[in-house]
């Protein structure tokens, strides 16, 4: 069963026009606090597209996902076949320039990435960083359909990874070349769109949660639970108040609903 979303038309429909061939905002941003619907958000963008957009959905949780892990992520997901530029940096960089590229070779992508990545100075690895970022999307600018890349948790993400993502990464993913490029990013705080690179070229949405009663009553009602029976003569002023206690909040709104007795049950 698809989960019924109270309301959230907007961000929906932002996420939505990821999917069109025209798209002139292609990175999307989802901020908001605990529990506000982020990644229900993502996960509905996700599935609408499957079979229809080549996608990588990345969970930055813990601090633990590096640079490497995503570019890792995105290479296997894609086909590493289609990143030849991509795959030829990471030999130069390994020191192996002359190296014929094969499975074999590539089978141990992961750890070259790591390897390459591990330089001993900050300014190195970025500057490796930024190579590697402008080769991946070279190549993914010559590959045909849809690309999307999805961030969760963007809050829970190493600095070089937050700086990388909202900098290097971002103005390459809507450069010119790549308008199949679509990217969704979510967390308590996202990069700032006014960035000059590729702002423009973005929409922010902060999420509040759900404050008016009726996109809650069509959940109740959908999921098959009912307000209790106290409250039976009032459904509208109870959930009305219940929606006023945890200002919308859907984690808190559905906990509570969980609690309401199933439509069928006797009264
Ligand atoms: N608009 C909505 N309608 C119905 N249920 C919703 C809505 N938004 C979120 N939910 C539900 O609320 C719960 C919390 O949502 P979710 O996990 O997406 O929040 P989050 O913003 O990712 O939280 P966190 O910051 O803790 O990761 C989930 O069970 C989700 O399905
Ligand atoms: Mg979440």
Request: net charge neutral.
């Amino acid at each position: 069963m698809t989960m019924p979303v109270a309301d959230y038309d907007k961000p929906r429909a932002l996420l939505d026009q990821l999917f069109q061939t025209a798209c002139p905002k292609r990175v999307v941003l989802l901020s908001g606090g605990d529990g506000v619907g982020k990644t229900m958000l993502l996960s509905l963008c996700q599935s609408r597209a499957a079979g229809f957009a080549t996608t990588v959905a990345i969970e930055l949780r813990n601090n633990c996902v590096g640079a490497s892990e995503i570019l890792y992520r995105i290479g296997s997901t894609i086909g590493w076949n289609l990143l030849p530029r991509f795959a030829r940096r990471v030999a130069m960089m390994d020191g192996a320039p002359n190296v014929r590229i094969n499975r074999n070779w590539l089978i141990g992508m992961n750890n070259r990435i790591n390897v390459v990545l591990s330089a001993e100075t900050r300014t190195e690895r970025d500057q490796r960083l930024v190579a590697l970022t402008d080769d991946l999307f070279a190549d993914l600018a010559r590959c045909d359909g849809l690309f999307l890349l999805l961030f969760d948790m963007f809050e829970q993400a190493p600095s070089e990874v937050r700086d990388w993502l909202s900098g290097p990464f971002l103005a390459r993913a809507i450069s010119g070349k790549a308008e199949h490029i679509r990217v969704a990013i979510a967390g308590r705080d996202v990069p700032t769109p006014e960035n000059i690179e590729w702002g423009a070229c973005s929409m922010l949405h902060v999420l509040e949660g759900v404050r008016e009663p009726d996109p809650w009553l069509s959940v109740i009602d959908a999921l098959g639970y009912k307000v209790p029976s106290f409250a039976s003569d009032q459904p509208r002023g109870f959930v009305e108040g219940i929606c006023w206690r945890t200002r919308g909040n859907p984690y808190l709104m559905m906990q509570t609903i969980r609690e309401f007795p199933r439509r069928d049950a006797p009264a």
